[in-house]
């Protein structure tokens, strides 16, 4: 058997995204902007599901990604991401808050569970990254409903799931 470094056992916040949020994107958090240019949808408007990719600064040198599990309002969301408030720990839906002066989520407080409340320092973000190479950086809008349609017919009809209607 082979000795992992304890290192190599902490949760990052990486590995993490990329599960939860279908992206797949590799290397430090700050570079997954710039990587899915071209590959990905990006845009400043959250949605479930989009990763949010937070800018490298002297307190986060590799920068940070989290999942948004949930739009609130236009101001906040909430975060599913790892190796934040604990040193390779998950949370699940934890608030952040857009701080940033043009409403535009350039910039964010994320909730700290020591503080048991937002954190205190403001995080820059680059933006939001969409899941399976969405073509709409807006939030989705539902579909209009179809009409129902009636069939007649004496033969069975097969629908998915192998349901046979009579």
Known sequence: MTAVPASAR????????????????RGNA?????????RYDRGSTPQVGA????????????????MVSRVVSDREV????????TRGGIERDVRAVDVSPAGDWSQVRVWYAANHDLGTSVNPVSGFIYAHGSRSV???VAEPAMPTVTIATNAPVHVSGGVAIN
């Open 138 to 140: 807006e939030p989705a």
């Open 30 to 38: 700050n570079t997954w902007w710039g990587q899915a240019a071209g």
């Open 51 to 66: 990763v949010m990719a937070f800018k490298a600064t002297s307190r986060m040198r590799v920068g940070h990604v989290a």
């Open 78 to 85: 909430l975060l599913t991401h790892a190796n934040w408030s």
């Open 10 to 25: 902490v949760l990052q916040c990486v590995p993490f995204a990329r599960e939860v949020s279908g992206i797949d994107l």
